[in-house]
């Protein structure tokens, strides 16, 4: 995978022999890396640095009205080619990969920062922080962002607040209050096709956005209908059409957004039925209904790019919620033998995500989460402020089961 493919970005970095120093320009460096401190001064210094025709004009990028004037960069040294990141991208975790260089340079001036990564063998890539995007969003570089010129006059507003929107492709209107929906699965049910589901990691249910006063429209434009089956089969007293035709994961690849696609495959898992139907379903039920991802928000609107945008963003939103890791740091950990209380489960999630989610259970198993928001501004900005569920768990007090996955559903 080249360096620049992933807007979620760079899975990881090579821990094969690998050394990370991270050196504030306010402090003195390690002795061992002055060498490389002073190296790193001189290709900075290089007009090679800007030549990276790949990702689009020169920084500056501006991400819909807001201008950043850092740049980041991440070098490749083997072959001193640069690969240029927008300042929204920053760094997260370290884990192995593969892919080779001799040793890779990460700057981040925002943050008056040097990451030196040095490896012998293994490779670097870099996992962004969750929501962040490697495309600037309304820059000529991501296609199939919303046009937020439009947006420019109008302060944000915050969904299900008492302002007025004039303009429902800057604030989701009606549909204020933002679900980011996720499961606990312990098969799919078809492994031996190959589908797996990702360790450590929930799967993606979808993104919702429900009215402010908790209730909810669905397949709320049927030109935009791609579900097989719909569920439920009549909305305001009109029947679903049933779509036939080709799966929406085409429309990602027609949009060469392969990036995407893979990790659509690898976190946003159907149990016992196609991705694609899966994926098609949660658009149609539920981003039809998000005034944000409207077509008219789009110049030169292209067929489907409003689906593209809408699964980017709710790949984008599950980043926000590592459901499991949260849990896992209150030692809450999946166990076929251990059970665990409703409220040590609530409190985990409510102290790391900044407001109580609603868990849901099939019987005493635990099986899904919902997290609540409002939203400033475009869905697509994902800024979102936490709110508390308006949906009261019923899952048990006590006993709650967490299960182990199966033998051979995960992947490796």
Same mark, same amino acid.
Not at 191 to 217: A, F, R, V
């Given at each position: ?55 689009? +004009? ?84 991501? +296609? ?15 969904? #299900? ?8 492709? #800057? ?20 492994? =031996? %096709? ?17 009215? #402010? ?6 397949? #709320? ?62 658009? =149609? ?17 292209? +067929? ?32 076929? =033998? ?14 790391? =995500? !900044? ?21 400033? !501004? ?7 402020? +936490? ?23 995960? %992947?490796?």
């Amino acid at each position: 995978m080249a360096l620049h493919e992933s807007p979620y970005a760079l899975n990881a970095i090579a821990d094969h022999g690998a050394a990370v120093w991270s050196v504030s320009k306010k402090s003195s460096l390690p002795p061992a890396s002055v060498w490389t401190f002073r190296f790193l001064k001189r290709v900075l210094a290089s007009p090679d640095v800007n030549a990276v025709p790949a990702l689009g +004009p020169p920084l500056p990028f501006a991400a819909g009205r807001r201008t950043f004037g850092h740049q980041r960069y991440i070098l490749v040294s083997s072959h001193f080619r640069t690969h240029r990141v927008p300042p929204s991208v920053t760094p997260s975790i370290v884990r192995s990969a593969s892919f080779f260089t001799t040793y890779t340079l990460l700057i981040m001036p925002a943050f008056q920062t040097v990451v030196l990564l040095l490896g012998v063998t293994g490779a670097s890539i870099l996992q962004a922080n969750a929501h962040q995007r490697l495309h600037a969003r309304g820059s000529t570089t991501n +296609p199939t962002a919303p046009n937020t010129a439009q947006c420019a006059s109008e302060a944000d507003i915050l969904s #299900c607040s008492d302002k007025t929107v004039t303009n429902t492709c #800057c604030s989701p209107t009606p549909g204020g209050l933002i679900l980011q929906t996720q499961f606990w699965d312990t098969y799919t049910g078809l492994e =031996s %096709q190959g589908k797996l589901l990702p360790k450590g990691n929930w799967t993606i249910h979808g993104l919702w956005p429900d009215n #402010c006063d908790g209730s909810w429209e669905s397949y #709320c434009d049927f030109e935009r209908q791609y579900d097989e089956d719909p569920s439920p089969k009549q909305v305001r007293g009109k029947t679903v059409p049933p779509y036939s035709g080709p799966g929406v994961d085409t429309f990602i690849t027609d949009f060469g957004r392969n990036d995407l696609l893979r990790f659509m495959k690898k976190f946003w898992v159907s149990k016992g039925s196609s991705d694609a139907s899966f994926w098609a379903h949660e658009f =149609s039920k539920h981003g039809t209904c998000f005034s944000t991802f409207d077509t008219k928000c789009y110049d030169n609107y292209k +067929p489907h790019e409003d689906v593209i945008n809408f699964f980017d963003t709710v790949s984008q939103a599950y980043l926000k919620y590592p459901t499991y890791k949260w849990l896992e740091a209150a030692n809450i950990v999946p166990s076929n =033998s251990t059970t665990y209380t409703l409220k040590d489960m609530e409190s985990a999630l409510e102290s790391a =995500s !900044g407001a109580l989610p609603y868990l849901g259970c099939r019987g005493n198993v635990l099986s899904e989460v919902w997290y609540y928001s409002h939203a400033k !501004g475009m869905v697509q900005d994902l800024q979102l402020t +936490p709110v508390k569920s308006t949906t009261k768990s019923k899952c048990p007090a006590t006993g709650i089961r967490y299960p182990q996955r199966s033998s051979g559903s995960e %992947q490796a």
